[in-house]
C-alpha cells in the first residue's frame, strides 16, 4: 500500500482529559467512546437495541428541504412586479368595459389575462423540467453499510445507522456516519468532498494529542467520504444532521439567498414602467380636456377612457411571456451543452458574472491522480496524458523537450521504478465502455497508468508472480512486495514510500544495468530531487528493491526492508484538466476573473492555478487560517488582489464571495463537495457537479453541470451573455414600439386641429389618430412575433470580447432610454405626417375619408415598427450588418407585413378593427413614411460611431 510524504502530529503518550476532550471523540480514547455509547466493539449493537435508538434518534439522513407545493409554484410567477403591473391593466380595462356598459366581451383583459397566465404556465413547466433533469442525475442506489450485530456481519441500509454500530470498513466503502476508529490498517479515505483535500487521508485509530481541523482528524471517519485503501473498524458517534455534513447542511439552513441580478433589473423596470404610465395617462387626459374644451359629463368620461386605454397600450404585455419564453430557449441551449438551469432567471446571471470561484478536485483537475515526473541516477523524464486513461509518452528531460525515452541507461532505470512501483501495488485499472476507473488508491493506480506508456513495462510486471507482502504503516511510511521474478532464481522484495525514509535503507543505487554504492554524493543528489519536485507541487515516491531468497516466508519479511537498491523517485499530482487552460483564457477575455478556492496544500494549489493561467508564476496563496485573522476591511482588500485560497473552511468560502458581492462583483461559485454548499447558496449563481457532486451541493446549486467541467461554464457563460443581449433587443423594440403608438396619440390629440383630424371628427368632442382596437392589434399581433425572434436572435457579436456588466449597470439605461424615447417620437410623426397627407384641412391637403387615413397612419406605424426591428439588433451597429444572419427574424417580419395586410384588406378584419382598404398609392406612401425609422435610427448611430472610435456597445 501506499505511503505519503505528509507529515503527523507526533503523539505524546499520554493525553489529559478536559471537558472539551470529552465532548470531542477525537481527543477520546477509543475504549471510553465506545464505553459511553453502550456498545462492545467486538459484538456491536443487537436488534433489538439498534431499532430503539434508531426510533428514538430518526433516521440517518440530512433533513431536506420540504417540497414547495403546487399551489405556491402556480402563485410565485405572480408575485413578479410586472406581472402585477398586467393584472392591474386587467383590472383597469375590465372597469372601464364596465362603466361604457358591459357591452359583449372585454377583450382587453382577457388577451391581458390569458398573457399572464402563459407567462406563468411557462416557468412553471420550464422549472419542472430543470427538476426532472436533477433528479435524473442522482444516484439510482441505495448506500449500504457492513456493521457488526450480535457479532455477526451484516449489510444495512445507511439510513438506519445508529450511534453505537460498529462498522466494519473496507476498500471501497462509503462512510456511512461519522464515526471514531477502533482499529485501522493501512486505511486510507477520500475526504475531497467534505475538506476539498484531493489526496486520500492515512487514517490511525492512536487518539489526537490536541485538537485539530477536520482534514487532520487522523482517528475520526466521517458520513459521506470513501474509503481509498485498507480495512478498519469504528464506532459511530454521530448520525443524520448531527455528522459534520449535517452541519454544513445546518448552515445552508441560515444562509440567505440571492435574488438574480436579471430579476432585480426586471423589478426595477416594472416600477419606473408603472409610474410612466401614471404620468402618460395623468398628461394625457389633462391635456385632451384642455385642447378639446371638455365640458359635458360625456366628454369628460371619454377622456377618461382615452387616458386609461392609452395607458393600458403602454404597457408591454408581452413582455413576460417573451421574457420566460427567451429564458427557456436559453436553459434548453444550456441543457444541450449539459448545463443544467433550475431557475429560469439563473440562466442569464451567468452573462453577467465577474468572478468564477471554483473549487480545484475535480473541477479544475481530473481527481485522478498522475505520474508525470520520473527522476533516476542517469537523469530525468516527463510523462504526457492525464488521468486515468492509460495514454501517452516518455520523454526526456525535465520538460520532456529532450525527445522520447529510447537510450540506456535511462531506459532500463524508468523502466525498473514504473515496474517496481506496479509490483508493490494493490490497485486494480479497469476499462468499462471506453471510460477508465481504478479501484484501490488513487495514487498506487498512478503506477500502473504510467506503465502503459513505456513500451514492455506492463508485460514485465505480468511475467512476476506475489509472493507475499508488508502493508504500508504510518510508523515506517513503506509498503513492500515479495515477488517471484520468471524463471529460476532469486525472489525479490520490491518497496517503495516516502523518499527520505527508504533513502535511509539503501545502500546502492541502480545505474542502467548495474548496482553501485550510494555514496554521499548520490544521496545527496536523490535528495535534491526529492526536494525539487515537492516545490513543484509534486507529491513524491520512492521505488527500491534487493534479491531475497527463493522461497522466503512471510514470517520477518519486514526485516529484509534493508540495504536495498535505490531505484529513483516519482512526482504525483492531480493534473488539471486538459480543456479547462483554455476556458481559463477564454473567461480572462471576457473580463472575468477565475479564482481557486480549495482544502488541498498551498503550494499544490499555486502549482495547478500556475499550470491553467489562473495566476502568474510566483503569485500567492492565502490560507483559511490567514482569512481568520482578517478583519472586514482586511477581507475585501485580500479578495481583490489574490485569486488562490488554500486549506479553507466552508465558512471561509462564505467570507470570500460576500466580500466580492460587497465590492459589487457577480460572483459564479462552482464545487463538488459538501463544504461548497453554503457557498454555492449564497453566491449570485452556485454551480454544481452532476457526476461527483453530493445531493447537499446539488440541492444548493441554481446550476449543476452534467460533465463536471469547467469549460462548460465558460460556454454557459457565452449563452447568458447571448440572453442578456436578446432581452436587451426585444425590451428596445418593445418600448420604442410602444411609445410610439404613446406619441402617436398623444400629438394627435395636442395637434388634432394642425393635421386635420379635429375637422374630419363628424361632431365628436374627442377624435383619436388610432383606435383602441388598433392600439391592441399592434401590441399583441404585430409586436408578438418579432420581439420573440429577436429573444431568440444568434450572436451578432463577438459577446465574449467585452468585460462583463456592472452588478447595478441598467438593462435600460440612459442611452436606451434616449434611443427609445427618440425613435417613438419620429414613429409618432412619420404616423400623423401620414393620416395629414391624406385627410383634408390639415398642413397637407388630402381627400380621402378619416377611415382611410387612420387606416394609412395605422399601416404605417405598424410597418414602421418592423423597420425598428433592424434597429433593435444593436444600440450602435448598423441594421445592414449582418442583416440577414437571424431567419427566424425575417420570417417574424413577413408574418407581421402578410398580417398588416389581412387586417386592412380582408372585409370582416376590417370591421373587427376600424380599417378600409388601401390603394397601392396609400401602401406606397406608408412604406416610405415608415422607413424614415430606419434612416433616422442609422443617422444616429452613425454619429455615435464617430464620437466614440473603436469603442464596442
Known sequence: MTSGTSSRPSRPSSVSSTASDRSDPSLREAADVARELGVDPALGLDDAEAARRLAADGPNELRSKPPVPLWRKVLEPFRDPLVALLLVAVGISVTVWWVEGADGVPVDALVIAAIVVLNAVLGLVQESKAANAVAALRSMTEASSTVLRDGRRVTVRSAELVRGDVLVLTEGDAVGADARLLSATALRVQEASLTGESEAVLKDAAVLPAAAPLGDRFDMVYKGTAVAQGVGRAVVVATGMGTQMGAIAQLLDVTEEEITPLQREIARVSKVLGLTVIGIAVVVMVLAAVVNDVRTAEDLVTVLLLGVSLAVAAVPEGLPAILSVVLAVGVRTMARRNAVVKKLHSAETLGSASVIASDKTGTLTKNEMTIQRVVTASGEVALTGVGYRPDGEVHTGPDGDGGPLADEPLLREVTMVLGGGSLANDAQLVEAEGEWTVQGDPTEAAFLVAAHKLAGTVDRVAEF?????????????????????????????????????????????????????????????????????????????????????????????????????????????????????????????????????????????????????????????????????????????????????????????????????????????????????????????????????????????????????????????????????????????????????????????????????????????????????????????????????????????????????????????????????????????????????????????????????????????????????????????????????????????????????????????????????????????????????????????????????????
Open 465 to 953: 508472480e506475489r509472493r507475499g507482502e508488508v502493508p504500508f504503516t504510518s510508523e515506517r511510511k513503506l509498503m513492500s512486495a515479495l515477488v517471484d521474478p520468471p524463471g529460476d532464481g532469486a525472489w525479490a522484495l520490491v518497496t517503495k514510500g516516502a523518499p527520505d525514509v527508504l533513502l535511509g535503507r539503501c545502500t546502492s543505487v541502480q545505474v542502467g544495468d548495474e548496482t553501485v554504492p550510494l555514496d554521499d554524493e548520490r544521496r545527496g543528489a536523490a535528495l535534491d530531487a526529492v526536494e525539487r519536485l515537492s516545490d513543484q507541487a509534486y507529491r513524491t515516491l520512492g521505488v527500491a528493491y534487493r534479491r531475497v531468497a527463493e522461497g522466503l516466508g512471510h514470517e520477518g519479511l519486514e526485516e529484509h526492508e534493508s540495504d536495498l537498491v535505490y531505484l529513483g523517485v516519482v512526482g504525483i499530482i492531480d493534473p488539471p484538466r486538459p480543456e479547462v487552460t483554455a476556458a481559463v483564457a477564454e473567461a480572462h477575455r471576457a473580463g472575468i476573473r477565475v479564482m481557486m478556492i480549495t482544502g488541498d496544500h498551498p503550494v499544490t494549489a499555486t502549482r495547478i492555478a500556475t499550470d491553467l493561467g489562473i495566476v502568474e508564476a510566483g503569485a500567492r496563496a492565502v490560507t483559511g487560517t490567514e482569512l481568520d485573522g482578517l478583519d472586514a476591511a482586511g477581507l475585501r482588500e485580500t479578495t481583490r488582489t489574490v485569486s488562490v485560497y488554500a486549506r479553507v473552511a466552508p465558512q471561509n468560502k462564505l467570507q470570500i464571495v460576500d466580500a466580492l458581492q460587497a465590492d459589487g462583483h457577480v460572483v459564479a461559485m462552482t464545487g463538488d463537495g459538501v463544504n461548497d454548499a453554503p457557498a454555492l447558496k449564497t453566491a449570485d449563481i452556485g454551480v454544481a457537479m452532476g457526476i461527483t457532486g453530493t445531493e447537499v451541493t446539488k440541492e444548493s446549486a441554481k446550476m449543476i453541470l452534467g460533465d463536471d467541467n469547467f469549460a462548460t461554464i465558460v460556454a454557459a457563460v457565452r449563452q447568458g451573455r447571448v440572453i442578456f443581449d436578446n432581452i436587451k433587443k426585444f425590451l428596445r423594440y418593445l418600448l420604442s414600439s410602444n411609445m410610439g403608438e404613446v406619441f402617436t396619440v398623444l400629438l394627435g390629440v395636442l395637434l388634432a386641429g394642425v393635421i386635420g383630424l379635429e375637422g374630419a371628427a363628424g361632431g365628436e368632442a374627442v377624435v383619436v389618430p388610432l383606435l383602441a382596437t388598433q392600439i391592441l392589434w399592434i401590441n399583441l399581433v404585430t409586436d408578438s412575433g418579432p420581439a420573440l425572434a429577436m429573444g431568440v436572435d444568434p450572436e451578432t457579436d463577438d459577446v465574449m470580447a467585452r468585460p462583463p456588466r456592472g452588478a447595478h449597470e441598467r438593462i435600460i439605461d440612459a442611452r436606451m432610454w434616449t434611443g427609445v424615447l427618440s425613435i417613438g417620437l419620429v414613429m409618432g410623426v412619420a404616423t400623423l405626417l401620414t393620416i395629414d397627407i391624406f385627410l383634408p384641412g390639415g398642413m397637407i391637403e388630402g381627400t380621402d375619408s378619416l377611415d382611410v387615413a387612420r387606416t394609412a397612419g395605422f399601416t404605417t406605424l405598424v410597418l414602421a415598427q418592423l423597420f425598428n426591428v433592424l434597429n433593435s439588433r444593436s444600440e450602435t451597429t448598423s441594421a445592414f450588418h449582418r442583416m440577414f444572419a437571424g431567419r427566424w427574424l425575417w420570417g417574424a417580419i413577413g408574418l407581421g407585413v402578410v398580417l398588416q395586410v389581412a387586417v386592412v384588406q380582408v372585409p370582416f378584419l376590417q370591421v373587427a378593427f376600424g380599417t378600409a382598404s388601401l390603394d397601392l398609392a396609400h401602401w406606397g406612401v406608408a412604406v416610405a413614411m415608415a422607413s424614415s425609422v430606419l434612416w433616422f435610427d442609422e443617422l444616429r448611430k452613425l454619429l455615435w460611431r464617430a464620437r466614440h472610435p473603436g469603442e464596442v456597445a
